[in-house]
């Protein structure tokens, strides 16, 4: 079927109605036939979180040339695992994720949904690329990322990655952009986690919130020097979380 | 406070109630003051996930001589993180997840809410190690895993881990271990990952499952091969998911 065009599957934790998403499907469709299974509601910070306590379900929403679009209750990573097993009918050649509403570079990858639609496409085999913009905002501006995540993408569809490997592509919030970075993902630790507040008497609630110190300032070769400088930060990303270099030390410890 | 006894946090994704972590903080008394922040209820296969959409509500379960326990309405990452703000009065120097019923091996590490600990406790700079047991039973048998662990977090208050390093621990259901491998993760995908069902006459309803393909059958140094032949599969694990090696090839794409 060598005339086929390329089969791409996207999904994102914002949730199918989020801009960003619609943004992506936009920009992808020059490239192949898309398919997009994305959660019904928003699903951020799941990471490669999987329904195990409940059946998820999913639904068409809508059919055109070119491209169907389903949502699904389950997270990002069922959702690309269902996707495989149900409504595609060969092994896409490209998994996306995004456009994430929020920054997914540093230690961030751990935690994100968009990433854990990345990351289940790499495991099964697929190239595969999340892109995140760092604006929270409903309406952010996706324009002058366009052009980049239509190139990227193409790109790894000629390309293809090696096995095991996906990319992370972050964009500063700015319609100037200056380029593409490769980067490492920055070290850093995210403090003041918790805003704590009362309830009807019981002060033991808190509510996810948190400041990112960088263990990494200056050092230009990390995404997070990329995003402040105006740069697209792509960060190689692995999914084999293997620490080789600890190996031959632990060995010596039985 | 050179005398200070080691400070060792745990929790785990099965829950407060499963048998695993209660083995667990038996198996970890005698080397320190252990402190539990452990979900209410079962958040198997969370992975990383964080409540970002709620609030999340912890309380005391139980105070005695170097044990407290606490019970938290989050995920494993959450519990990890709300701890270290909330009701530990130092850093920790030792964060542990488990003992998981069930194997935490191979792939599995993405999807594991008891890495999800133990990659949380490392992110924050504290040496971390994950247990896991390969039975899914309740009443699974944890008695051969018990002087492993404490040898394990042991050698671990002694040495270290380097930065953004952690372990992950998976025991083979026997109770005649043979002895620790060191080993990486073993390659290979999920396969008939859903059970389709109807209901009310929707047929669009999905339940997990799946079978594991390894494609490194017979690789003795995986941790697959390990588990395979009895002995307890120990595979270092970084945080930093960065592919170094192909930052220099994606530079010659733009």
Redesign the interface.
Known sequence: MENQRPLILVSNDDGIVAKGISELIKFLRPLGEVVVMAPDK?R????????????????LVRKDVGLTVYKCSG?P??CV??A???VLDRKPDLVVGGINHGDNSA?N???SGTM?VV?EGC???VPSIGFSLCSHEPDANFTAAGPYVRDIAR?VLE?G??A??CLNVNFPDTQELK??K????T?G??T???EN?A?RG?N?????TGSFVDEDADQEDTDHWALANGYVA??????????????DE??T??
């Open positions: 928003a951020s910070g799941t990471g490669c979180a999987l329904t195990t306590g409940e059946p998820i379900h999913y639904s997270n990573a069922d695992k269902l495989f097993e149900t230690t990858v751990h935690y854990g990351i495991l099964k085999g790109l390309k990655l090696p095991l490997t380029g593409v490769i980067c490492r993902q070290k630790q995210w003041s986690e918790w507040f309830h019981d033991h609630y808190y509510w996810l792509i960060t190689p990303t692995t999914v084999d979380v293997t620490a080789y270099g600890m190996i632990l060995k410890w039985f």
